[in-house]
């Protein structure tokens, strides 16, 4: 019998092509067991194997690499794995780190895997198939499930192939989310039953994450004792937490001077949760950039992916910033939308008394007012307010802080805890100003006082991008940006019309859509396409009046028999059942006798504006009239139903 002792250092695990099978049972195991020991860790065929993915064929064979040369008959077998560049799994005691293909022990039924050892000697992890992608794998053919069909990571999975075979899922009307949800009073992965979505609140509540506890209290817990990391250490939710004894243990947290905000920055280039190491007060822009949320990338920008495919929904679907998404492919993904008729707005609205953005039901525009409330902003309270709150102790900075609104705050008390503030020689007011050549609130470093002209500028409002001008840009420019140029500059590229003081866009809109349902009028018109006005309204229908309709209709002979009018609020007043019937607005314009700006009533401008239609009318013309605040009630009702007309909004005198 041949010595087949050998060192570890006789091995070579790099990448080895083929597979040797030996026969053990052709020696001796009487006179052999040190030799046999030495190159495996054969079993007998009647035991287990205690570690279930060591073994890559079975109880009685064993492989050894090309480079443990050894004279004796040997048997090339033909590669099974999907990658033929992964080796089989070698003996634990001689596994140096790497990716390998298992034939699997009795923990996951013998079924083949691919598998990654983290270190030498380590035990060898259920891993992704492609490539050499070292994830854990949760994904498998559509329509199996177990840890066994498991073959891809989220990411390299194939959404047309591949599903979650691992956890749980809902299968309520085929649904495919995990299972979160189970009966009132259970705890525990083996009780969920249900998705979120699809959980009734009188049966079920979460199942599968720690709870708070205290009062009865089922909000997730990520607060535990000072000094502790890790959610195992979580005892106590965030409203139940106290400060002297509990801190968050779930979020990893930034810790520069003693920190406790969590942190989202970390190297620039790197990106993951893990690679996070600062909160964004403390984080160095020459150093560090956000590596927790996903980035566009598209053309090197770093804003936050909340964009992808039309009909997707999710963040992991999200591709594009909303300034490089494509409207006509791309929607918002990320943020919950309504879903009323279609609605594609983002929700914030939820049953009166909720709080949170789980419970956003409804956006702005569905929601009803005697059954729906803000859930998503923080509010006030003082005094029943709803407004949102920005103002919280002195020496605090955060949203978590904030517990009033600007006027509800108290100054010996409060400041401002959300917007981001100078400092320079402890200056609280608001940022603006930032580095020259960045943009974005998240660079403002300045407030408009304390910042160098040589160094810093506005990087919150833009600015027209034509030379030596500050003012803010609203408009478009020729290539197409939407806000590149003031209005002033955008008359002068012609991106948009020029101010008529005789006739308003929005009459002329409201008639464009009213001519498309059969009533129309002829009124001064702004071509869209040469962003010039053609026509002219009409005079001297009430001498010596010098009132004009917006439009008018005529008949066969070419006389004037109907009368259009668009009323602006702000000019014509609202009627008495509107709300803010007989108040005082500002007007934009300055007096020229006394140089301040101009209060008007409503109630006086809307009779007015009753007593000038009513001349039309004696003259024996019929006079409609539409409302601006009518106007904008259709273009919401237009969101819900795309073919709600506009005429039933139109009044007649």
């Given amino acids: 019998m041949m010595d087949m002792s050998h060192s570890n250092d006789d091995f070579s695990w790099t990448k080895p092509s083929k597979r040797l099978r030996i026969d053990l049972s052709a ?36 492989f050894l690499p090309d480079s443990a040369v050894m004279p004796m008959e040997c048997e090339e077998q033909e590669e099974e794995e999907e990658s033929p560049t992964l080796p089989p799994l070698p003996p634990k005691a001689n596994r140096p780190p790497g990716k390998y293909r298992s034939a699997g022990g009795p923990r996951n039924k013998f079924v083949s895997k691919t598998v990654y050892v983290p270190k030498f000697g380590g035990r060898a992890k259920s891993c992704c198939t492609f490539g050499w992608c070292e994830a854990r794998c949760s994904f498998g053919l559509i329509g199996t499930f177990g840890d066994e069909h498991a073959i891809r990571c989220a990411k390299h999975a194939d959404e047309t192939l591949h599903e979650d075979v691992v956890s749980k899922r809902c299968g309520v009307d085929g649904c495919k989310a995990r299972c979160s949800f189970g009966p009132i009073g259970t705890f525990g992965d083996e009780h969920a039953i249900r998705c979120k979505d699809h959980a009734d609140e009188t049966r079920h509540e979460d199942v599968v994450s720690k709870r708070c506890g ?12 000072i000094g502790m990391f890790g959610k195992k250490h979580a005892i106590r939710c965030k409203d139940h937490a106290d400060e002297t004894r509990h801190e968050d243990v779930v979020n990893k947290r930034c810790g520069v001077d003693g920190c406790k905000t969590r942190c989202s920055f970390g190297l620039i280039g790197t990106f993951g949760a893990e690679h996070a190491i600062r909160c964004e007060h403390h984080a160095d822009e020459t150093r560090h950039e956000d590596v927790v949320s996903k980035r566009c990338g598209v053309d090197g920008c770093k804003t936050r992916c909340t964009f992808g495919p039309i009909g997707k929904f999710g963040a992991k679907h999200a591709i594009r910033c909303e300034h490089h998404a494509d409207k006509t492919r791309h929607e918002d993904v990320v943020n919950k939308r309504c879903g009323v008729d279609g609605c594609k707005t983002q929700c914030r609205f939820g049953p009166i008394g909720k709080f949170g953005a789980k419970h956003a039901i409804r956006c702005k525009d569905h929601a009803d007012e005697t059954l729906h409330e803000d859930v998503v902003s923080k509010r006030c309270g003082v005094y029943g307010c ?26 010996t008390l409060h400041e401002d805890v959300v917007n981001k503030r100078c400092g320079v020689d402890g200056c609280k007011t608001q940022c ?111 001498h010596p009046h010098k009132h004009r309709p917006d439009g008018v209709r005529r008949n066969a002979e070419g006389a004037v028999t109907h009368v259009f009018f668009y009323h602006g609020n702000l000019w014509h007043g609202f009627p008495p059942e509107h709300e803010a019937y007989d108040t005082q ?54 969101r819900r139903n795309p073919a709600a007309p506009l005429w039933p909004f139109v009044c007649r005198l």
């Fill in 27 to 62: 020696y001796d195991s009487s006179s052999d067991t040190d030799e046999t020991e030495a190159t495996s860790h054969a079993h007998d065929s009647g035991s287990d194997c205690s570690d279930g993915d060591c073994c890559a064929a079975g109880p009685s064979t064993t």
């Fill in 432 to 542: 603006s100003f930032g580095p020259i050549g960045t943009f974005g609130r998240e660079h403002a470093i300045r407030c408009e006082h304390h910042a160098d002209e040589t160094l810093h500028e506005n990087v919150v409002s833009k600015r027209c991008e034509h030379d030596d001008c500050n003012v803010r840009a609203h408009f478009p420019n020729e290539a197409g940006d939407p806000c590149a140029l003031c209005v002033k500059h955008a008359f002068e590229a012609g991106t948009v019309a020029a101010y008529n003081p005789r006739a308003s866009k929005a009459a002329c809109a409201s008639m464009d859509v009213l001519a498309r349902e059969g009533h129309a009028y002829a009124h001064e018109h702004l071509n869209l396409a040469t962003l010039q006005w053609e026509g002219k309204e009409v005079e001297g229908l009430v």
């Fill in 214 to 225: 205290v009062d009865g209290c089922k909000t997730q817990c990520s607060f535990g004792p």
């Fill in 585 to 638: 607005v500002c007007l934009p314009q300055k007096s020229k006798e006394t140089g301040e700006y101009k209060w008007v009533n409503t109630k006086a401008r809307y009779e007015k504006t009753m007593a000038d239609m009513a001349l039309f009318k004696a003259k024996g013309f019929v006079v409609h009239y539409l409302w601006e605040h009518h106007h904008h009630e259709w273009k919401r009702e237009q």
């Fill in 386 to 411: 709803k407004t949102r709150c920005s103002f919280g102790p002195i020496g605090t900075f955060g949203r978590e802080h904030a517990i009033r609104c600007k006027d509800h705050a108290d100054k």
